[in-house]
């Protein structure tokens, strides 16, 4: 049972990414998604989540209009695409699903820099 984050890096401000999530070892499509991030410092927030068909997403104010998640069932792996990058994006970006149980990721680190 585990969930695998990639697509992590180092990005101009302004700049984009795609983050994926890969599962494994349990019935991904009956999971809400929920991705989280933690900056240097700060306790760990939500910022987007899905329902486990992919039919209703859910947005932190803060990043409303930049964040955009989405998932493929039949791959087993959800996504946060992230635009207009800015500086205070940099965290630690975590995938979550959740049913009965939690599973977590180990997280990727986003740094956006010039």
């Known amino acids: 049972v585990q969930l695998v984050e990639s697509g992590g890096g180092l990005v101009q401000p302004g700049g984009s990414l795609r983050l994926s999530c890969a599962a494994s070892?349990?019935?991904?499509?009956?999971?809400?998604v929920v991705w989280y991030r933690q900056a240097p410092g700060k306790e760990r927030e939500w910022v987007a989540a899905?329902?486990?068909?992919?039919?209703?997403?859910n947005y932190a104010d803060s990043v409303t209009g930049r964040l955009t998640i989405s998932r493929d069932n039949a791959k087993n792996t959800a996504y946060l695409q992230i635009t207009s990058l800015k500086p205070e994006d940099t965290s630690v970006y975590y995938c979550?699903?959740?049913?009965?149980?939690?599973?977590w990721g180990q997280g990727t680190q986003v740094t956006v820099s010039s």
């Open positions: 899905m329902s486990s068909a992919g039919g209703r997403t």
């Open positions: 070892g349990f019935t991904f499509s009956s999971y809400e």
């Open positions: 979550n699903a959740r049913l009965i149980y939690e599973v």
